[in-house]
């Protein structure tokens, strides 16, 4: 079995592949001072919990946007599972050119959710992955990563009025009853949730204008059932698009990987 891990700002998403297919998965809390032997023991207990052992795990491998923890993770790799992990990076074949004018600064997750939407979906599409940042990713018609845009993630924005107003308060992110809030509360959420509707409706349909033509719009990341099922330009959900991308990208690292 296969075991994916993204290690995300806010959560890391951890799957166990059979094959093609994801036969268990699991979210941890990203916490930046863990140590490899404490994410083991979580992990540990996550596969005790599924009936999986760690001998079931024949290779791992690792997308991460918080440079810190990869090496903590390539360290339980190797401990707990006597396995060098595979990286998502420089030298790692994805099969997706990369047309960022420094293909360099396009964080891991990005590129592996664009390769399992293109494998799923074809081009030209876009991905929307509501994480801890909002970010929007083009692929184009013959499979090549074109670009997007970065935005502040719809619980970073709530976070920021409550921490940078003197008397706003920390709230729910919701859907209000109605646009016009009668309380502060209300208020908040109506600004927040609309506005991030808007907000990601208008970035589709600018990144469209600049493809020339409509592209397939997917959803993805932890924070997308808030507010994806009210935009209309996203065509579909994928809740698993990174942890897909990853078995994809190591599929086509299988053969190499058995030859060194």
């Keep these: 079995m296969l075991l994916a891990v993204d290690i995300g700002n806010t959560t890391i998403a951890v799957g166990v592949?059979?094959?093609?297919?994801?036969?268990?998965?699991?979210?941890i809390r990203t916490d930046r001072e863990k140590t490899a032997d404490e994410y083991g023991i979580v992990l540990l207990e996550l596969l005790r919990s599924s009936g999986l052992m760690p001998a079931s795990i024949a290779d791992l491998i690792?997308?991460?946007v918080v440079p810190p923890l990869t090496p903590v993770f390539q360290a339980l790799s190797r401990d707990m599972f006597g396995l060098k992990a595979?990286?998502?990076?420089p030298g790692l074949k994805t099969g997706m050119p990369i047309l960022y004018e420094n293909p360099l600064e396009v964080g891991a997750?990005?590129?592996?959710a664009s390769v399992a939407a293109f494998e799923k979906h074809g081009g030209p599409s876009i991905v929307v992955d509501f994480g801890t940042a909002t970010t929007f990713d083009v692929i184009t018609e013959k499979g090549?990563?074109?670009?997007?845009?970065?935005?502040?993630?719809i619980q970073i924005s709530a976070e920021a009025l409550?921490?940078?107003t003197a008397k706003l308060p920390r709230i729910e992110i919701a859907k209000p009853k109605k646009a016009i809030g009668r309380t502060t509360v209300t208020s908040m959420q109506s600004g927040?949730?609309?506005?991030?509707?808007g907000l990601v409706t208008n970035i589709i349909a600018e990144l469209e204008k600049e493809l020339g033509r409509k592209a397939k719009v997917i959803s993805t990341g932890g924070f997308s059932t808030l507010v994806a099922s009210e935009v209309r330009a996203i065509d579909c959900h994928e809740p698993y698009l990174v942890l897909e991308g990853l078995r994809i990208i190591y599929d086509?690292?299988?053969?190499e990987r058995k030859s060194g």
Excluded: T
């Excluded at 595979?86 to 990076?89: S, T």
């Excluded at 090549?144 to 993630?153: K, Q, V």
């Design 17 to 27: 592949f059979k094959e093609s297919e994801l036969r268990h998965n699991w979210k």
């Design 62 to 64: 690792i997308s991460s």
């Design 86 to 89: 595979l990286v998502v990076g």
């Design 109 to 112: 997750d990005r590129v592996v």
């Design 144 to 153: 090549e990563y074109l670009g997007g845009a970065i935005a502040p993630g």
């Design 162 to 164: 409550y921490l940078k």
């Design 192 to 197: 927040i949730y609309f506005g991030y509707i």
């Design 252 to 255: 086509r690292n299988r053969e």
